[in-house]
């Protein structure tokens, strides 16, 4: 296991990182190697370390977003303000052109007298009506020329302060990457200093507790009763399904890896309905649904901070990218403590027939943690098993 999060830790470090404010930092818990706690314990202060890494990276992923789009507003300002500086360019060769023009039919007579002078006053009068022309033709270019000006110092004005927010973002992203890192160094530590004695423990123990939490959930019935999915549910479920086995990465949305929210938020995307990027958006932005009306393509969300999201797939159960060191996986729904839940296509219809997907051999297999006996570090037991 130590050495799954070591090599995820290392990916990160040299991985250039962007989501809203920082997690403030806590006091990182001692490493557990002393033989003398509880088991029960370690797993409260595993699963506390777990937590507080997918809230910084849930963070990290919010501000990655808003980054995303500040670049693409810097980007479409630079376009808008070079396209401006285009036209004014053009709008002062016209005022230029006209300025000559103007310069050289300058005869220091004005239009009446040549009129009351000319031996031809059709002529004058014609040459009077270009004149008018000439001038109305100048206050129009002199009025680009004015909005052109204006417009492109205020383009340029837009464009300096989009840059300035972007540069505090990257610095923010950086700093929440670090964060991340911090907290991901503290699982690490903890499982570093357990035996494979005591991993066994503490899976064994997470895997009860999971199971009384499920049993009380479905015996409460707060459960939804068999419903159909939407369409775009269906599809969602789907994409969901196929990506059964690949690792859990912090900040990543696939194709290869993905952190929790990543993989309900392309879940959906590939389904045609695009949904926020974050869980705590997620939970925020989408409508909320009971327990007992979830359809297959809904998002649960846990903790109270919405720090977790998983998809939910049917009869009581979740796809989910649990945390480092696990793989997605299919979970029962309590395996961790639920919020609330949300629906991403409110105006969906259920489909009248729905046959879920089938799930590959060893979907429901592995922690909902991320560690397991099979990844402990080698080392010998150095006590009995501890109760």
């Given at each position: 296991?130590?050495?799954?999060?070591?090599?995820?830790?290392?990916?990160?470090?040299?991985?250039?990182?962007?989501?809203?404010?920082?997690?403030?930092?806590?006091?990182a818990p001692q490493p557990a190697g002393s033989g003398e706690r509880p088991v029960a314990e370690l797993l409260t202060e595993l699963q506390t370390l777990y937590?507080?890494?997918?809230?910084?990276?849930?963070?990290?992923?919010?501000?990655?977003?808003?980054?995303?789009?500040?670049?693409?507003?810097?980007?479409?300002?630079?376009?808008?303000?070079?396209?401006?500086?285009?036209?004014?360019?053009?709008?002062?060769?016209?005022?230029?052109?006209?300025?000559?023009?103007?310069?050289?039919?300058?005869?220091?007579?004005?239009?009446?007298?040549?009129?009351?002078?000319?031996?031809?006053?059709?002529?004058?009068?014609?040459?009077?009506?270009?004149?008018?022309?000439?001038?109305?033709?100048?206050?129009?270019?002199?009025?680009?020329?004015?909005?052109?000006?204006?417009?492109?110092?205020?383009?340029?004005?837009?464009?300096?302060?989009?840059?300035?927010?972007?540069?505090?973002?990257?610095?923010?992203?950086?700093?929440?990457?670090?964060?991340?890192?911090?907290?991901?160094?503290?699982?690490?530590?903890?499982?570093?200093?357990?035996?494979?004695?005591?991993?066994?423990?503490?899976?064994?123990?997470?895997?009860?507790?999971?199971?009384?939490?499920?049993?009380?959930?479905?015996?409460?019935?707060?459960?939804?009763?068999?419903?159909?999915?939407?369409?775009?549910?269906?599809?969602?479920?789907?994409?969901?399904?196929?990506?059964?086995?690949?690792?859990?990465?912090?900040?990543?949305?696939?194709?290869?890896?993905?952190?929790?929210?990543?993989?309900?938020?392309?879940?959906?995307?590939?389904?045609?309905?695009?949904?926020?990027?974050?869980?705590?958006?997620?939970?925020?932005?989408?409508?909320?649904?009971?327990?007992?009306?979830?359809?297959?393509?809904?998002?649960?969300?846990?903790?109270?901070?919405?720090?977790?999201?998983?998809?939910?797939?049917?009869?009581?159960?979740?796809?989910?990218?649990?945390?480092?060191?696990?793989?997605?996986?299919?979970?029962?729904?309590?395996?961790?403590?639920?919020?609330?839940?949300?629906?991403?296509?409110?105006?969906?219809?259920?489909?009248?027939?729905?046959?879920?997907?089938?799930?590959?051999?060893?979907?429901?297999?592995?922690?909902?943690?991320?560690?397991?006996?099979?990844?402990?570090?080698?080392?010998?037991?150095?006590?009995?098993?501890?109760?």
């Amino acid at each position: 296991m130590s050495g799954m999060l070591l090599r995820l830790v290392c990916t990160a470090a040299v991985a250039a990182g962007t989501v809203l404010a920082p997690v403030p930092a806590t006091a990182a818990p001692q490493p557990a190697g002393s033989g003398e706690r509880p088991v029960a314990e370690l797993l409260t202060e595993l699963q506390t370390l777990y937590r507080e890494a997918e809230k910084a990276t849930e963070t990290y992923n919010a501000t990655e977003e808003r980054l995303r789009k500040q670049r693409a507003e810097s980007e479409r300002l630079d376009r808008a303000l070079a396209r401006t500086r285009l036209s004014l360019h053009g709008s002062r060769s016209a005022a230029g052109r006209l300025a000559r023009q103007q310069y050289q039919s300058v005869t220091g007579i004005s239009p009446y007298v040549r009129l009351l002078l000319a031996r031809d006053p059709q002529g004058a009068l014609d040459q009077s009506q270009v004149i008018g022309q000439l001038a109305r033709q100048r206050a129009r270019t002199v009025g680009r020329l004015t909005g052109a000006e204006k417009e492109a110092g205020e383009l340029a004005r837009r464009a300096r302060k989009a840059l300035d927010d972007r540069l505090a973002l990257t610095e923010r992203r950086k700093r929440e990457r670090d964060e991340v890192r911090e907290r991901l160094r503290d699982v690490e530590e903890l499982l570093a200093s357990l035996t494979a004695g005591e991993l066994a423990e503490l899976a064994e123990l997470e895997r009860a507790e999971v199971a009384e939490a499920q049993e009380e959930l479905v015996a409460s019935g707060a459960l939804s009763s068999a419903r159909t999915p939407s369409a775009a549910g269906d599809r969602a479920v789907r994409y969901a399904v196929e990506q059964l086995g690949k690792p859990y990465e912090w900040g990543a949305e696939g194709p290869e890896t993905f952190d929790c929210s990543g993989l309900t938020s392309e879940a959906w995307d590939a389904a045609g309905t695009p949904i926020p990027r974050t869980s705590q958006e997620q939970w925020a932005r989408l409508e909320r649904v009971p327990l007992g009306e979830l359809r297959p393509g809904d998002l649960v969300v846990y903790f109270p901070e919405a720090t977790h999201v998983a998809l939910y797939l049917g009869g009581g159960m979740v796809v989910q990218a649990p945390r480092p060191g696990a793989r997605i996986k299919v979970s029962p729904i309590a395996a961790n403590p639920v919020l609330g839940a949300v629906r991403p296509d409110p105006g969906g219809e259920p489909l009248r027939r729905y046959v879920p997907p089938e799930l590959p051999e060893g979907a429901t297999e592995g922690s909902d943690e991320g560690y397991a006996p099979s990844t402990a570090p080698t080392a010998p037991d150095r006590s009995p098993p501890r109760r």
